[in-house]
């Protein structure tokens, strides 16, 4: 099947097996390995990436439901070489243990603060509570989206 | 007094967050080649049995399947997964196989499918067809102590262990207390899964395996003599890691797919799904324990008996040591003239249980804790005041090893921490509350706990490093690190960064591979800053001191007056003229031909260890049994934070998996058949960002003389003393003496209604 | 996992004929969400995965006719935060801002939801304390409407024929009507119901008439609770109302159980097995405690 998608800003064609999830499209066909794989569940939201503004896990989702769609995955934050703010929040908090969980964890965070730049921190909890981090307490973590929360709000 | 240091203690993050933070970095998962092949396993689907017969005629019809190994054309050797230095190999009982023809649980691999993708080799594995000749069961540890229990192992199925000291059954006592325990199995969750690539090279004949191991050099004594190779001949490098909590130091696919790569001469990966790391990794052990003390009517510990009964799963794999372990640690908290310990560790017909966080510390510690809040409502105490009368001492020794506790600081833990908590002031609101006896009851628990820094002395402690300078004046530092993801390597960085005052950005410390690093047994027993942060930074500092005699040489003046400040060599009076490490290494090259760098070796001979308090509030629903932790704070003696945010990073993550080893996680097992009933997230509802309730964490930063800065570990102890104070402040609330882990909803429920 | 065929319509047109190919091995796949997992675990190869994410007539939530009309499509999260479900229909919206995890809700629909018919799901209970209706379009491209308590068959059942498909949900429109839903799972978000509860009714000061409920995820399809009316209608709830109805609920849920061949496999000690009828007191509470809020009915809060 033959689809048409935005990849992290780039128009995209691509002939792909439509019933490949999109996770695996993803990694082995467009060696974005950025995206992790974690449960193959929808349970651990390691595999999260942002379709048409959405959060969502590329593990249950199939490429052809990619089809005239935006995609953006880790890989298509950093900008020019500058990284985007939710990326400077992460490292600036300490945010950052293993890693495996942090790209669904920062695209998780990216799909709330594009919708809703000045979450609260109920709405933050709320938003990154289907991915699950064990290096930590989720505590770095809700401060590192808290504080690009709070910036645009300046 | 606090010294100023440039990096020691300072929050900077992580290693490789650049990576990391954009997906760039690669772990182990991440590797591809061409030609790359993949592996599946086929499930076993008996609990107990003997294949009678294997049909991999379909499998081999699926295009891409390059191989198909069983029990039949695979090597019928053993090796032992829990082998971490090359001289272990005696210690573990080498129960294991590739295949083996005996199944003993359900879902151990019965078979392996190599082919070129994923897809296909698991397509493949679905075709193969085996027949078993089922065996009766022995699900549970009592079924399969039996005397006509159906033995798994030739050497039985029990591994027993008895330690003493003093004479506890001759302690004549008023006070005699007695408490049962019993502790779930969980999974370690770490968010990468199992990963191994080997990949062999034809004209080298050898084998590169990329594992994110505990152990490079325990993985390559296993692999090379399962594999009958040199060592020279096999490289192990260890990868960036996903998390590991315990589940990478032990040998799961190493043997596997490294046999696989060489028979196959070829690049080879093989990566868990969820459900196999549930199910064929290993989980955290189950046990039961029975806990005896004599304690005088003061209050004041005269001896303690514990009777351990833990599940090892289908294989013993590392059980007995862990099981040793945990006895070995009754000494080290409390001040014991008498202890008795008698353990059992018991394989059963069900998944494998193994080597876990702390290892024995977070089930000595539930135990015992739990024991001595008992003990201490009982003596009508506030549980604070009874460790406060019976916690060791700095510099004592602990009776069962003889080995000097170091500077442990039970009492700054127990002091700050119950003011920090305000532990009075809460434990009189809770109370207060409690009696309007509505729907939601408060209390609060807390526990003590200490952890070892080192192996020393069961083992000799050896680390070391070596460091050389570059030709631009950056460094290198090649010390055999595995990082879990918790910063031991940003940790010698800044180590090394802070002798030499390099930037950390010109510092290259890669982490462990065979081949281009000295020895080191692994990073277990939260050993890693404080053996091998030593072995960087004597080693850092030699080479200061070499460098400084370049300089002196360079500058014409004597080696003792070099000063070294900023990264610049100078001499008094002549403060002008200043050198580089560059213009040093230059000098020292060139014009003295005399390459700097320097290898040392350090010897630990002290293993202190660092304490750990936790407090904790919980509020619970008596109509739904829910438990909601209103306010906790862990407490630490860590020394000297190298990385004082990660530090705290690890704290949360104890708080996190203690709370779940408390409350909520549990790999339920079938009690008729023996099968793991959880194999996915779904029904394992672990913390989430949403119930982790706001911690608050202390540290204790007295610098411990023997640690590298004064630091001490952290990485395990964290996990520790959760359980036992949540367990505590559920039953303050309730006024019940559950014990049973975990303190499920259901669990609290039916309590409530026995306390009715 | 692979099927032999992927079509994944653009009209409504198109969706028709795609119908007309699906056989009894043929999935339909809607977000996506419990179909893969399910797929993936069984190793299941359909002869055909018809996809609906591009169908537009899916989409859509819209006032008709005295109904309120969800398309199929319409994920959990746009439900839970459109305007005139949160206004008209509270309770759907509270079930919707609780489904999965938000990665879930961004992409689970309704109608994936109801076609999927877990026992745990959360958009059954709703729709029939709704008393709505459930769309269901054939490969003739004829629609008819069905009752939402006769949708559901049984566990992972529904009248679906292999050539249907949900094709909206209807609910009538009763301003006057307030409503709300809960449930009990072992985490505050991203929990799978052991209970969920579902009441509307009607206010007059601090007494409530017409009052109606749903018990889910206790029995293999929502129970619709008579006595609710009977025990709360015209009266001001105090403890004795809640306890009187949290005993009738925890026996119903007790007759369930004794009822049933099969235990669920993952209760396995007595305590465990008799926990729902003994927590759903705390879920009454809830749910009443929310009844008797003075609810401002603009409350951004669900």
Redesign the interface.
Known sequence: MIIHFVLNGKQTTADVQADRRLLDFIREDLHLTGTKEGCGEGECGACTVVLNGKAIHSCLTLTGQLDGGELLTIEGLEQNGELDEIQKAFIKKSAIQCGFCTSGMVMSAKALLMENPHPSKEEIKKAISGNICRCAGYREIKEAIQLVAEKEEE | MEKDYHYIGKALSNDGVYGKVTGSAEYCSDMESVGMLHMKCKAGEVSHGMITRIDSEEAWKVPGVRAIYTWENTPNRYFDRGRVSLTEADNAPNQERLFDRHIRFYGERVAAVVAESVEDAEEACNKIKVEYEELPLAVSMEAAMQPDAPQLHTSGNVYETQTSYGDYGGVQSECKYQTRVHIGRMTHLSMETQCVRACYSKSERKLTVWTGTQTVYGARATIAEFLDMPFSKVRVIKPLMGGSFGCKQEMILEPLVSYVAKDLQADVKFVYTREEQIVNAMLKHSLDGQIESKVDREGTIQGISLDVCMDSGAYQTISPSYLRTIGGKLGKVYKMKNINYHGRAVCTTTPVNGSFRSWGSSEATMLVESHWNYVAKQLGMDPVEFRLKNHLQYGDREVLHGASVGEVRFEECLRQGSERFQWQERKAACAKKNQKKGRYRYGVGMALCSHTTSFYPYQTEVASAAARIQDDGSLVVHVPIHDHGCGTVMAMKKIAAEILQVKLDRITLNEADTENMPYDYGCYASRTVYTLGRAVKECCEKLLGKAKMVAAAQLGCADNTILYENGEFFSEPNLDRRLNLHEVWKYSVFTMGKDLYEMCTTNANGNPGTAGAHFTQVKVDTYTGAVEIEHCLSVHDVGRAINPDMCRGQIGSGIQQGIGMALREEIKIDPITGRALITNFKNYEVMNAADMPDYDSLLIEEEEETGPFGAKGIGEIVLAPIAPALVEAVNQALGTELTTLPLTPPVILEAIKEVE | ???EQ?I?PDTLKELVTGLAKMTSDSVI?A???DL??KL?SR?MNPDC?L?L??VPELKSISESGGYLRIGAME?H?NIANNTLVRKECKALAMACSHV?????R??GTIGGSLGNASVAGDMLPVLVLFHGLVEILDSAGKTRKVDAQEFTLGIGRTILQPQEVIMAVWLPLQSHRESCFIK?????????AEISLAFSWERSGQHFHKIEGVLGAVDTKPIYLQEVDEILEDRKVGKYEMDLLADSLSKRIRAIRENRKRQP??R?????K??KE??V???V?DALEIMMRKTDKKSKNI
């Open positions: 996992m692979a099927c992927y994944q796949l977000g996506g969400t893969i997992i993936r190793h995965m996809s994410c591009r994920t999260d999965g995890s938000q990665q879930v961004n992409k009990l799972g072992g985490r505050r978000e991203v929990t799978i496999r993952l396995i000690q007595e305590c465990e008799v926990y003994r927590a007191k705390g879920i509470y």
